[in-house]
């Protein structure tokens, strides 16, 4: 096991600094100095924010103060709005996306799975064909577009709930609707495939006739089996969560990060797009890591220590 | 349930006399013959895909809007670009079937010539994914061993790339183009595919007719494309299909956030996203023709997906 995750843990560190130095490469390909704009076209100024920025430094000690940099978690200070530093800007942001992320989380994993067991257990059933229905639509549906459905019939015709910003739970509903039904609809399909699966077994029917409860037995003994797919698409839902996030939090005005990263990216604000990617990169890769691990732990059928062998 | 120990079932068919029993006239001609006609693999696929309603009904939207993608911006008399503003968020009518938008542009026009862009970055982002795919993960799961071991790593890290994030990244810098995001959206797209092919590979690799084949003498090439790639097509037809729409979404979701193909010109992402604010003010059908599409194409596309995953799994064939 402890093998396992030093191989895990030396791949994440790779990927990491793939993207790292690709952020780089990219940052300094890019044509002309970041100060080039209208309001600093004073020569010696220039200069001056130039080396205060080490930009006239040459590439290789610019890319090792950069690893530094990055290393330090200091991100840099922002081109287009003054007196800022991308710290500044996460620091604010952060909480407010990671509360959405969690709470969007939460709501996608337990909806789903109770739906996708509801389905399996009314197999070919008009429930099942109409929660199948509703998951393939949650799918098929941009969560821009459902976002903007649920503005327009929910917060502007009815006036059930606030059109924007983020300040009490009735903010959250529609952003966490909006972003949660994609996520739900994917985790709702994959429990209802493995739960058919699962149910057809030995020790299920072994389990009824031994006369166990019958929630009993779907909570306790097939749920169980039934849920590791759904473990192992954490990541990449997590990762569709998150860029969920950019368009979800503009649409709403939601002050978080995503909104940040989007108007830094209409701004081309480079410093800003550059540290948002890191941190976003690093966490969903950190994230992955997290749950390759839990996968590892929590299936007893996956033997990590035959690696070890290998 | 035990075996069965009264005597007299036991004993029944003994009390069944012989002259019940009769010789019937068997005719060696035909005794061989098969009572159906033996179908291919495809043959049946094809079978199956058409007896699921909804997937054919995915094929068939699909087919109209490839259609109306080619022929639609000819049937209008109207451009996709030119403004006309006095005739602003015009609602549908005879003259505009789906309404202006808020430079007076013809929405219908604007729909069809953003299902050819949608469209188009799809269906190469697919093509271009299986390629470097086919390729990559073939050679992995053929030669094995080391080359797979050091293959198989590189993936693996590639695949920890957050894929959207590396398509912005991408994007911020190179110009944005049609090239550029298909281009983007291929860097790290092949990698799902790529791992597809190669497990299926090493799978078929394996299999007694591959080793008769090689017996035989015939050179990797051909055993590769004779033998394990017919014998893959099917995942790799269904990861196509799932490709498509996550290229369109992706596609429309950059066009969303300033990213993509860039107004005035017309792609689904643009037009939904121009037509944010009008939708508050009630003109509704700016943002619903392309939400619509973009919806029903991804929809279109996954049950095809569905439809075509139990059509081409050979384990189901009746």
Redesign the interface.
Known sequence: MLRYILKRLL??V??LW??VT??FV?MV??PGSPFNSDQTSNETVQENLERHYNLDKPYHIQYLLYLKSIATLEFGPSIKQPNQTVNDLLGRSFPISFELGMVTIIVAVISGILLGIIAALRHNGIVDYLAMGVA??G????N??LA??L??QLA?NAEWFPVATWSSPAHMVLPVLALATGPMAIIARLTRSTMLEVLTQDYIKMARAKGLNPWKIIFKHALRNALMPVVTIMGTLL?GI??GT??IE??FAIPGMGKYF?ES??H?D?PV?MGT?VF??SF??IM?FLVDIAYGILDPRIKVNKKEGE | MKKNSNPRIRNSHRQVPDEWFTWRERDQSTAERLSRPSLSYWEDAWKRLVKNKLAMSGLFFLIGLVTMAIIGPILSPYDVHTNDLPNQYQPPSAEHWFGTDSHGRDVFTRTWYGARISLFVGLMAALIDVSIGIIYGGLSGYKGGRTDNIMMRIIEILYGLPYLLVVILLLVVLEPSLTTIIIALTVTGWVGMARIVRGQVLQIKNYEFVLASKSFGTKTPRIIRKNLLPNTMGPIIVQMTLTVPSAIFAEAFLSFIGLGIQSPYASWGVMASDSLGAILSGNWWTLFFPAFFISFTMFAFNVLGDGLQDALDPKLRK
């Open positions: 791949i994440m790779i990927t793939i993207i690709l952020t990219l390909s890019i393939v639509l799918i098929s549906i941009p821009f577009i903007t459905l503005i327009q502007v990762a998150l860029t950019f368009v503009q649409i989007v990216i209409n081309r480079y797009i990617t976003y990169s969903l890769i992955l």
